[in-house]
């Protein structure tokens, strides 16, 4: 009897079809370096011919070395776009190949420029790097955009939204309007102050994943008109595209690495800065609902839109008191109670509270907030996500266990509606 053949295995060819793209890709990238650092040093010694070889104005060196990289990082996108299909680059792939080829060469000329000085080596390669970086968001402005409005709401919920606040009163008093000025020069402030690690945290944001820079949620603000609340992107691109406005599993697959990280310490969260400044925002308010959820709350919470009679905030006494899974009803107590309240001493200790709270996890109880059991998060989580749907919510624990998460009791108006 003849004895079977052996069967050989399909994953060599594979893993040889991933050895020969990969060696193709070193090649092109090696190749691109050495292009791109004869192109730069032809160039450069072509400008400074001339200026007699003596450029005296600093800013007008540095800004010719940023140009310089913008100019061939695009270049080198145009090259990458020209090469075979079988080498299979996606469009985010392209993009780190070009960025890459800048990097590169950014490191070699600062390497080069040691010679004279630490302070050489690390603005050259600054300059460099910033100059390839701003090449590389020019390019995925072309491709992807760098604000992803997600789940946008249709023009017809944006009116009812509007329609559902038609002769709410809104806020005005002395305090609201002193407050707005020391936030419009907090935010700016903060912008100025935050620039450095803002650059950092989106270069890391844009290598993890090319695309978008920011997520945009439309959200309800003062007197029910909406906008785009501002975040750096912590899930994949199009994360809503096929499940439509959802929150954030406690598990959720669609949250990147980096972006867990960022949601932990609310760093997402900082260019909502600009929205402050345009005032959109407030530092201290209610915080931002969406309008395709604000639609549904509307019709089935009674005196919902009384939460923006004033700007939505950053921090907010729900957040603070409550948690992220707390239901509508349990976050409009919390709101209509501060907006009776509000005032300079109640804002400041909301704003510390969830600085401490973000930050150490300290509750303002003055103790550590408890870890909540897995079961407890999945019920809390199926809670707020019926509740946002317009569903009616299963009962469950709340974020500690305890009734209501020390929610401030229902009137009798709101007990009967």
Known sequence: MTAPLPIRPLAAPAANRASRRFRYLLLVYAILTVVTFAVVQRYTIYVARLYDYNIPNEGVQWSLYFGIYVVLTRMADGMIRGLPAPLGLSREGRLRLAFLAGATLSAIVAWYQWQ???????????????????????????????????????????????????????????????????????????????????????????????????????????????????????MVKDAEGSTGPVPAAPADARVTWLGNLLRRTHIDELPQMFNIARGEMSLVGPRPERTVFVQRHLRTIPRYAERHAVRPGLAGMAQVYGDYYSTPREKLRYDRLYIRNRGPGLDLKLFVSAVLLALFGISPRQRPRRRTPGIAVDRRFERAYAALRGEKAPPGPSADGRRAIDAPQASEEERHA
Do not use: C
Not at 155 to 181: I, M
């Open 116 to 234: 004279y000085g630490t302070i050489f080596l690390v603005n050259y390669f600054t300059v460099g790097t910033m100059g390839t970086f701003a090449a590389a968001l020019w390019l995925t402005r072309r491709d992807f955009g760098l604000v992803e409005v997600i789940a946008r709401p249709s023009p017809q919920v944006v009116a009812e939204v509007e329609r559902g606040h038609a002769g709410l009163r809104l806020e005005n008093e002395p305090w609201d309007r002193t407050k707005r000025v020391i936030e419009a020069m907090v935010s700016m402030a903060m912008i100025m102050v935050s620039l450095p690690i803002s650059i950092v945290l989106a270069l890391a944001v844009w290598l993890q994943d090319p695309g978008p820079l920011l997520v945009a949620k439309v959200a309800v603000m003062r007197g029910g008109r909406s906008f785009n609340q501002l975040k750096l992107r912590s």
